[in-house]
């Protein structure tokens, strides 16, 4: 993989933390929902400490509170949420199976948005082993959402990187620019995905100065959020866009070391070092 696809890649995977790491929280009704809520919330702090399987008994109890009273989006919500435990335990095919009895489940009333983010997650689920399937759940999320669901700007990210890795980098630009209108103003971190995936196509379409001043929008974004690793990442892009003045890519990708070694990421600090111990071109 050359730089610019490690570069890309490394975007992709911020997205990806970001769509997973997220729960899915829903609208608090009744003392069964406070509940279920609660055990949502114990759930996701077990799913941060890394304790996967605590989280998912506390996600299940979550489920049969919900399906006690039958609450639909309680139900979806909770489903969308043990999907990104079974992930995080490597037993894909139950996640999979989890996210289907969101979007495909037709006697509780599941809204467009979540069964549309069940289809967003499904697709980040497979595609790197199965791109058509990503890019057909893809499709599928986009129907779901129509035109104004909450997802609606990552799903144009994820269609950005796919289109990007295809080698579609026009088409890859078009998606992030959509995405980045679509998100809300306040989701500064999917934001800067969003330009990250901008910058990327940008250096794959050879026009890498139009990338700098994306990137420096994206790391101002990340820098006020405390967001170690996409900082890393923008950084990492940097350099690369400024490949034709080698001390300066240099200096980028020294302060995208400095600060993978500081924040433990390994393989930040491996790619950064393999990239600097490179003869200058």
Not at 52 to 63: M, N, T
Not at 101 to 117: H, I, K, N, P, T
Not at 119 to 127: F, T
Not at 204 to 216: D, E, G, I, R, S
Request: hydrophobic fraction near 45%.
């Amino acid at each position: 993989m050359n730089r610019m696809r490690r570069g890309v890649a490394c975007a992709f995977w911020v997205l990806a933390a970001g769509l997973l790491g997220g729960c899915s929280t829903p609208v608090v009704r009744s003392a069964a929902d406070v509940r279920a809520q609660g055990y949502n919330t114990q759930g996701m702090d077990r799913f941060k400490a890394g304790d996967l399987p605590r989280a998912l008994v506390f996600f299940q109890q979550a489920l049969e509170v919900g399906q006690s009273i039958e609450d639909d989006d309680a139900i979806a919500a909770t489903r969308l949420n043990i999907s990104m435990v079974y992930l995080g335990m490597g037993l894909q095919d139950e996640a999979l199976k989890q996210l289907d009895l969101v979007m495909d489940e037709r006697r509780l009333a599941f809204s467009a948005d979540r069964r549309a983010e069940a289809a967003l997650r499904r697709a980040m689920a497979v595609q790197a082993s199965d791109r058509d399937s990503a890019e057909q759940a893809l499709d599928r999320a986009g129907v779901l959402c129509g035109g104004h669901c909450s997802v609606r700007g990552k799903i144009l990210n994820l269609k950005a990187y796919v289109a990007l890795d295809a080698g579609r980098a026009q088409e890859a630009l078009r998606l992030a620019q959509q995405a980045q209108g679509a998100l809300d103003k306040e989701d500064s971190l999917e934001r800067a995905n969003a330009l990250r995936l901008q910058s990327s196509a940008y250096i794959a379409m050879k026009t890498p100065a139009a990338a700098v001043p994306l990137l420096h929008e994206a790391l101002k974004m990340d820098k006020a959020a405390g967001a170690s690793e996409k900082i890393y990442q923008d950084l990492l892009l940097l350099g690369q866009a400024s490949m034709d003045r080698p001390e300066l890519a240099k200096d980028y990708w020294t302060r995208a070391h400095d600060v993978a070694v500081a924040a433990k990421n390994e393989a930040g600090s491996r790619r950064t070092a393999r990239l600097l111990a490179a003869p200058a071109p």
